[in-house]
């Protein structure tokens, strides 16, 4: 793998490559110091062309489907079925603002824009949420021993290797008609509810699903936090609220976040939830971009929906990671 | 204007051939994190004889360390050569040198047991099975191991796991071998019988021991010879008498031991003047032109105080403590120095005591000239 | 425990004259090792501690407690279990419908094992699982080993390259995986399945590999290869034994997230690779179904079975 010479005490030198020529003065040619580091392999590691394969299939199936879906949005729909053809056309971008009528006027259609508000709004409602019930969580265990710790953490990472679907149906169970939930309002005199369906139902799904991502990393970024801070704190007379404020937020910023990153972005492009909770009749931009694909056919504008999405998590995710940077340089990470 | 040149080794090409380590001119630069160019290892010619005990002196970030990495082959040189007796090695891949190193934090396999530890040089070599088994009880025995085979590394103390790490690289029989601070995570106590043990070993196998230290006793103790090192060259090459008594400059007198500095100015080839006050100086001071300032450095143990005399350098003794063994003395001089001075008891309290006016007078031998 | 330091000067010990002193240490080092012996004050001399590492104070230090944190928290978590505990328990329904409790049984649990739906879809999902395992966990050790060295830069391009798949939302990939099989010409089925699969394995097999690998002491190797080893010997003999346990817990990772897996797999599925995540989906769109209580129920198990193995693994530092 580096090319070594046998393992013989006796050997005498071979250079092993160009880099290994010395000139009168013993020096090796400049050009090889800028590739010195390029070449001895670090002891107890590959070569870097190991890595060729994993990235070679990251880029084939990440980078290549993307690519993919973003030319096609540029792309023209056929007369009939699925696909594209392959002549460039904006249609695609056009249908997300506006409509065409009968008579081939435009007019300023918000529906889609509706579905972006709606699928947002859920997504927003359900980050805020996740995020205020765990950064109480997450102070909470990192104040625990070391022991109790891990099995809290355990405790909620099994969540978080749930199957998604299953922990959907489980809502899907509990918000049912004759579920415990309306079994329970019955025996409170006040009837059964229709819960299942609901965008209520939806939301309530996507705070299940996303609490342990949200959990996770403020605990990691307060598991760090020395409480002694805490202790000092008080001692220079600061009142609790004024300590949460100012040291403990501060401290778990980085945490927060990573978990208001993680939460909103698949909240956002979210599909299961809207359809298995939703019922699937308010149209969320997960099953509005799937329908587009089955049903509706219209490829080109599914992957402008697509390509749309895309943009604005990635922006997000980018948003994320500097304010997150930011507030890693604050707290003293 | 510089001081008398570094000792510099023997003829590399004698050492060649009498199967010492010689390196050659050896020359490793980095690029520092805002860009700038380090010379970690600045052009170095050593000459190490067969079957000593060589040490490696320096504050850290002088390049010791990187030197003794390049023999082993964990670094690669920019220019230079490296020998062992007739071979170069600086080419050879760290498996292919007859040269072995104990890390500074032991670097023990952590999956395997000590007995497997200490074979695994032999394994690589593809010895019998037995022979190894046979080498491998052996080493554990020379280290007073011989009952540790079965356990595991995180089983045992810090002195212990120094010690398979020293039987590991020595089941090999290895030429040289190279210790790189191998003692400094170790308590004071265990420092002390460490140092025994490995000067006892190095003995009774013969093999070259290089050894990196900061700690200058350590070094005085142990060496053979010494090689001080400051910003990637070695500023003195000696046994520990010529480094202590015979510093080459500034730095390797204040570096090892206590030392003075006191101003003075030459007067020729073998005088100086400290406050007007004349000194004979036994080193050869041709290399300085009359009248030169430079530094006279002097051990605190070389120093004689006696009763005032008009003609001598006269100081204040400022304080004075009784250590036990010796007495630790601080004298003012009037041009404001102050000098530390050893002296063992017993010693006149009259001539003596706190406050006292006495002169400070010093042997041709034990001053030292260096640049100021 | 309670050696407070004193300022000991060692030097400061008497030992009557210097020439006396000068004579013992001869003989000393005539004598050997035995012969050492520290005075009283340095013979149980510990090294110095540092302060105290405990971060938090005591446990039931007032001002750490927050009002109602703790009772939120342990609400939160029952939350979280609650709904899950509700399906394990209907999974025992005996009863003919999800949610009408009619007495303890097991009967559904073995309906759904002689289902013929369900134990196909969960063979596919589990062979689609195994092999995106096993591809995924070679890739990614591979991936660690060969980045560990690489420029800043380089690194950073390799890492957005292998963790693309994460930031990218579910249904994006989903239907961009399907256009991009379809323009590359293979047709969906079983192979690009498990090459989505493995590519969407990679990160998760990365991660605990990467953390194992930091706790190693790189001097191992370079010990290894002082010793003789060559650089494919120090890979196979030292440092693949060592990260054992992050390839393990990747592995494991790996597994479930394959077998979790649904939005991707919907759109790449053909007729004949159903996975079981796809198969309940169908299900359970057309409402409760006691069957998906059981299949809910193992899937649970699963998972815990993975987490705790996983912790174990990770938690044991013995290593």
Not at chain 2, 344 to 359: E, F, K
Not at chain 3, 60 to 69: S, Y
Request: aromatic share 8%; hydrophobic share 45%; proline share 5%.
């Amino acid at each position: 793998m580096s090319g070594a010479t046998p393992n013989s005490k006796t050997a005498t030198t071979q250079p092993a490559g160009e880099h290994d020529k010395r000139d009168e003065h013993g020096e090796r040619p400049a050009w090889t110091r800028w590739f010195a580091s390029a070449h001895p392999v670090k002891p107890g590691m590959l070569n870097r062309l190991w890595s060729v394969p994993s990235i070679l299939i990251g880029l084939l199936f990440t980078l290549g489907p993307i690519g993919v879906i973003v030319a096609f949005s540029f792309m023209s729909r056929p007369d009939m079925g699925g696909g594209v053809v392959f002549r460039f056309s904006t249609d695609a971008y056009e249908k997300l603002l506006f409509r065409h009528d009968y008579f081939g006027n435009r007019s300023f259609d918000a529906r889609y824009l509706a579905v972006f508000g709606t699928s947002l709004w859920q997504a927003l409602l359900t980050t805020a949420i996740c995020v205020a019930l765990a950064f109480p969580i997450a102070l909470w265990m990192s104040m625990k021993s070391a022991k109790v710790q891990q099995i809290l953490v355990l405790l909620v990472t099994i969540p978080f290797w749930t199957n998604l679907i299953v922990r959907t149906y489980a809502w899907m169970l509990i918000l049912n008609e004759n579920g415990p939930v309306n079994w329970l309002l019955r025996l409170l005199g006040m009837g059964s509810q229709q819960l299942l369906y609901t965008s209520f139902a939806s939301v309530i799904g996507l705070i299940y699903t996303f609490l342990p991502f949200a959990i996770l990393p403020m605990y990691s970024a307060l598991s760090g936090f020395d409480f002694r801070l805490v202790e000092a704190a008080y001692d220079l007379g600061a009142h609790k609220p004024t300590v949460m404020r100012r040291v403990i937020l501060r401290a778990a910023m980085p945490g927060v976040m990573s978990g208001i990153a993680l939460c909103f972005i698949p909240a956002f492009g979210s599909y299961v939830q809207p359809v298995l909770l939703g019922g699937g009749r308010v149209l969320m931009v997960g099953n509005l971009i799937a329908s587009q694909f089955a049903e509706a056919r219209n490829w080109p504008f599914g992957a402008a929906l697509s390509t749309v999405i895309l943009a604005v998590t990635l922006l997000g995710a980018l948003a994320a990671s500097i304010m997150g940077g930011m507030a890693s340089r604050k707290a003293g990470a | 204007m510089n001081s008398a040149k570094p000792l510099v080794a023997r003829d590399p090409e004698v050492e060649r051939r009498e199967s010492g380590l010689t390196i050659n001119r050896a020359r490793k630069t980095f690029r520092s994190a805002e860009g700038k160019e380090v010379h970690a290892i600045d052009d170095v010619s050593i000459a190490i004889r067969q079957g000593e005990f060589f040490i490696l002196l320096g504050p850290s970030g002088c390049g010791k360390t990187t030197l003794l990495r390049s023999i082993a082959g964990l670094e690669s040189l920019d220019a230079g050569e490296i020998y062992l007796g007739n071979q170069r090695i600086d080419q050879l891949a760290p498996y292919d040198r007859p040269v072995n190193t104990v890390f500074q934090s032991y670097a023990l396999f952590p999956h395997l047991t000590v007995a497997q530890n200490v074979a695994f040089g032999l394994e690589m070599e593809h010895k019998p099975k037995d022979e190894i088994k046979k080498t491998v009880q052996e080493m554990l025995d020379l280290v007073h191991l011989g009952e540790f085979g079965g356990r595991r590394p995180n089983q045992l103390s810090g002195g212990q796991q120094q010690r398979v790490a020293l039987a590991r690289s020595l089941a090999k029989r290895p030429k040289v071998l190279l210790l790189d601070e191998s003692l400094s995570a170790l308590d004071f106590k265990l420092r002390r019988q460490m140092q025994i043990e490995l000067k006892r070993i190095q003995r009774e196998t013969g093999i070259t021991f290089i050894f990196v230290t900061h700690d200058q006793e350590e070094a005085l103790s142990m060496g053979d010879h010494i090689a001080v090192f400051s910003k990637g060259k070695p500023e003195q090459i000696g046994t520990p008498e010529e480094i202590y008594n015979e510093p080459a400059n500034r730095f390797v007198a204040d570096f090892i031991g206590d030392i003075n500095f006191v101003d003075a100015v030459t007067t020729g080839a073998n005088g100086i003047t400290v406050e007007g006050v004349p000194f004979k100086v036994e080193q050869d001071l041709s290399a300085w032109p009359t009248g030169a300032e430079i530094s006279a450095a002097i051990r605190p143990e070389r120093i004689e105080l006696t009763a005032p005399r008009d003609t001598a350098l006269k100081g204040t003794v400022e304080t004075l403590m009784f250590m036990g063994a010796d007495v630790r003395c601080e004298v003012r001089l009037t041009d404001g120095t102050k000098l530390l001075v050893r002296l063992s008891p017993p010693y006149d309290t009259a001539v003596l005591h706190q406050g006292a006016t006495v002169s400070v007078n010093v042997e041709a031998a034990h001053i030292r000239v260096v640049e100021r | 425990m309670s050696m407070i330091n004193h300022d000991t000067d060692p030097s400061a010990i008497r030992y009557g004259n210097a020439s006396e002193f000068g004579a013992k240490v001869a003989r000393v080092q005539a004598a050997g090792n035995d012969g050492v012996r520290m005075p009283e004050g340095l013979e149980n001399k510990r090294p110095d501690r540092a302060w105290s590492t405990r971060r938090s104070g005591r446990q039931d230090n007032q001002l750490k407690r927050f009002p109602f944190v703790g009772f939120l928290s342990v609400a939160v978590l029952a939350f979280l279990y609650v709904p899950m505990m509700i399906v394990v328990f209907f999974s025992f329904n005996g009863g003919k419908q999800a949610l009408l409790w009619q007495g303890f049984s097991l009967r559904w649990y073995g309906s759904v094992f002689t289902n013929g739906a369900i134990v196909n879809a969960t063979e596919t999902s589990l062979i689609v699982a195994v092999i995106a395992t096993v591809l995924s966990t070679a890739l990614g050790v591979m991936y660690v080993l060969a980045v560990d060295h690489m420029s800043r830069a380089g690194s950073a391009l390799a890492s957005m390259l292998i963790n693309a798949s994460m930031l990218i939302p579910e249904i994006v990939l989903g239907v961009a995986t399907m256009a991009f099989i379809r323009l590359i010409g293979l047709a969906p089925g079983f192979v690009p399945l498990v090459l989505a699969h493995t590519t969407f394995c990679i990160p998760f097999v990365v991660m605990p590999i990467r953390a194992r690998l930091a706790t190693i002491d790189h001097a191992c190797f370079e010990a290894a290869e002082d010793l003789g080893a060559s650089g494919a010997t120090t890979v196979m003999r030292v440092t693949l034994p060592l990260l054992v346990p992050g390839i393990v817990s990747g592995a494991l990772m790996a597994f479930v997230v394959s077998m979790d897996d649904f939005m991707i797999s919907n759109f790449l599925t053909t007729a004949g690779t159903t996975t079981l995540p796809i198969y309940i989906f169908s299900l359970i769109r057309k409402g409760v179904n006691p069957s998906v209580n059981v299949v809910a129920a193992l899937l649970l198990l699963l998972a815990v079975i993975v987490t705790v193995t996983s912790t174990l693994l990770t938690n044991r530092k013995d290593k």
